[in-house]
């Protein structure tokens, strides 16, 4: 019996380029089905839980709507108050730090710590501008005036609160903290922060200063090695320094 053949047919073969380009759209189908089922999963929770969201954005918009309310309200005067304030305790704090005698010194003292001429001393501007740049500053200034004042655990009291990103002013509180130390005969914590007044910064006039202050603190404590590896510091990394001049007296002194 004749076995009838179709002209022109042939069974078509799947090559290894049609199974991969097979395999990419079952792949791709299964991507888009997964992100359809997320997308009603989120929709779902989304639906459940829109009460909850709407009120936690509202929550954060009243937040930021409040902070900015309180820093153009409140803050912001408030800085334009207290750096007001200040100028005035300020120019007596320089009169005192200038003056040629102790009682003139106290007296300008006095009126920059309580205030004159109707404005506020430094202790007020701490007191109602604390949370302020000038408030901050205060500390500062209150902690020399009563180092100056021979008021050694009051002068670390305040020095200790003031922070700033100054490369003078905070290495020098720092420093004014460790003499006060030493005044207080307690030579460990005053190392501890000539070191940290010498590392605060890192330029040619507090750096050496607090090096060589610990080099010096280090000897009179007997620990020679300790105060001969500060004087090298002072040597090597800042030969420009007036620290630096006569350092070589103090390194042959560590010897």
């Known amino acids: 019996m004749a076995t009838y053949k179709k002209k022109g047919?042939?069974?078509e073969k799947k090559t290894g380029n049609d199974l991969e380009y097979l395999s990419k759209e079952s792949?791709?189908?299964?991507?888009?089905?997964?992100?359809?089922e997320g997308a009603s999963k989120l929709e779902k929770f989304l639906e459940?839980?829109?009460k909850w969201i709407f009120t936690g954005l509202a929550?954060?918009?009243i937040l930021?709507?409040?902070y900015m309310w309180y820093d153009k309200n409140v803050k912001i005067p408030?800085?334009?108050?207290a750096a007001n304030n200040l100028v005035t305790a300020q120019a007596y704090f320089d009169k005192g730090i200038n003056a040629t005698d102790e009682k003139e010194m106290k007296a300008d003292f006095e009126k920059a710590l309580n205030g004159a001429d109707g404005k506020y001393?430094?202790?007020q501007v701490n007191e109602k501008f604390s949370g302020t740049k000038a408030g901050n500053l205060s500390n500062y200034y209150i902690g020399i005036i009563y180092y100056k004042n021979g008021d050694y655990k009051k002068a670390v009291s305040y020095l200790s609160k003031f922070k700033a990103d100054d490369d003078i002013l905070q290495p020098t509180a720092y420093g004014v903290i460790g003499d006060a130390f030493v005044e207080l005969n307690q030579p460990k914590d005053a190392?501890?922060?000539y070191l940290k007044a010498a590392k605060a910064s890192d330029n040619d006039y507090t750096a050496p200063l607090y090096y060589l202050k610990a080099g010096k603190l280090a000897l009179e404590q007997g620990d020679k090695n300790i105060a001969k590896k500060y004087f090298e510091i002072v040597k090597e990394k800042y030969p420009k320094s007036k620290e630096a001049r006569n350092i070589e007296i103090f390194m042959t002194q560590a010897e």
């Not at 792949?27 to 359809?36: C, R």
């Not at 408030?78 to 108050?81: I, L, N």
């Open 48 to 50: 459940k839980n829109q």
């Open 121 to 123: 001393g430094f202790n």
């Open 64 to 66: 930021v709507a409040g």
């Open 27 to 36: 792949t791709t189908a299964e991507v888009f089905t997964s992100l359809d």
């Open 78 to 81: 408030a800085e334009h108050d």
């Open 59 to 61: 929550a954060i918009i």
């Open 9 to 11: 047919y042939k069974k």
């Open 191 to 193: 190392l501890e922060y």
